[in-house]
């Protein structure tokens, strides 16, 4: 329980997920063991509410972990931490902070977090244009997935595969992994994942200058699915 009189240090940082109320006044009786698992269960949300106060929880989780021995929750706290850094533009540390947590995951043997990992990776490496390397990463993250049966993590990977096969070139790979990472999309009730994935295969559609109807109802169901999500912003076709 050491560090748990940091968390007061986080009311000073109002957050709208909560309404009228601090983080502090939400955290305040948690136990560690609570805090961990609310942060696991919430931390996209947080996230993407706000990076630098993800980035706050993150560093606060970390400490957590280590004191509670909890090396899964460190793991995917270095992952997490990773995602921060990568979408905030600093590699490096991105990097860093991804290997952390993969070593960390692969002396667990978890298939599930190492696959997750890895799938980052794969888009760090895929944003570096180092493409062999990104199918390597996203490669071993399939099939981990896979075996985990993690199927959100299993969609995303084949999407980001489709993706370095699309900036290689080769729109039929591409679109092999579209359609693979739009049926699991499909499965799992995705909205959002489903507007990106229509998105994904329109797109090639448009490369490969396929102009017909099937390109107009992929246009149609994207923005029908992004009516519906309010967020989808990227249609490839107009």
Same mark, same amino acid.
């Given at each position: 329980?050491?560090?748990?009189?940091? $968390? !007061?240090?986080?009311? @000073?940082?109002?957050?709208?997920?909560?309404?009228?109320?601090?983080?502090?006044?939400?955290? #305040? *009786? !948690?136990?560690?063991?609570?805090?961990?698992?609310? /942060?696991? &269960?919430? !931390?996209?949300?947080?996230?993407?509410?706000?990076? *630098?106060?993800? +980035?706050?929880?993150?560093?606060?989780? @970390? @400490?957590?972990?280590?004191?509670? #021995? *909890?090396?899964?929750?460190?793991?995917?706290?270095?992952?997490?931490?990773?995602?921060?850094?990568?979408?905030?533009? *600093?590699?490096?540390?991105?990097?860093?902070?991804? #290997?952390?947590?993969?070593?960390?995951?692969?002396?667990?043997?978890?298939?599930?977090?190492?696959?997750?990992?890895l799938k980052e990776l794969?888009?760090?490496t895929k944003q570096q244009?180092? =493409?062999?390397?990104?199918?390597? =990463?996203?490669?071993?993250?399939?099939?981990?997935? %896979?075996?985990?049966?993690?199927?959100?993590?299993?969609?995303? %990977?084949?999407?980001?595969?489709?993706?370095?096969?699309?900036?290689?070139?080769?729109?039929?790979?591409?679109?092999?992994?579209? #359609?693979?990472?739009?049926? $699991?999309?499909?499965?799992?009730?995705?909205?959002?994942?489903?507007?990106?994935? =229509?998105?994904?295969?329109?797109?090639?559609?448009?490369?490969?200058? &396929?102009?017909?109807?099937?390109?107009?109802?992929?246009?149609?169901?994207? +923005?029908?699915?992004?009516?519906?999500?309010?967020? !989808?912003?990227?249609?490839?076709? /107009?």
């Open positions: 329980m050491k560090n748990i009189a940091c $968390l !007061f240090l986080l009311g @000073l940082i109002p957050f709208a997920l909560f309404g009228q109320k601090t983080v502090s006044e939400t955290v #305040q *009786d !948690f136990s560690e063991k609570e805090y961990r698992d609310y /942060i696991k &269960n919430n !931390f996209y949300t947080i996230r993407s509410q706000n990076m *630098d106060t993800g +980035l706050v929880y993150i560093e606060r989780g @970390l @400490l957590m972990a280590r004191d509670a #021995q *909890d090396a899964y929750f460190e793991s995917w706290c270095y992952m997490e931490k990773g995602i921060i850094h990568y979408l905030s533009g *600093d590699y490096p540390k991105a990097l860093k902070a991804y #290997q952390s947590g993969l070593k960390i995951a692969e002396n667990l043997k978890d298939k599930a977090l190492i696959g997750n990992i794969g888009n760090y244009k180092s =493409y062999k390397k990104a199918h390597e =990463y996203l490669t071993r993250s399939e099939r981990l997935c %896979a075996e985990s049966g993690d199927l959100i993590c299993l969609a995303s %990977a084949n999407g980001l595969r489709g993706v370095v096969y699309e900036l290689e070139g080769n729109l039929d790979s591409a679109e092999i992994k579209y #359609q693979a990472a739009f049926e $699991l999309k499909k499965a799992l009730k995705d909205t959002l994942g489903l507007a990106y994935a =229509y998105n994904d295969l329109a797109g090639i559609a448009r490369l490969k200058n &396929n102009f017909a109807k099937s390109r107009l109802k992929l246009i149609k169901k994207s +923005l029908r699915l992004e009516n519906k999500s309010m967020i !989808f912003k990227d249609l490839r076709l /107009i």
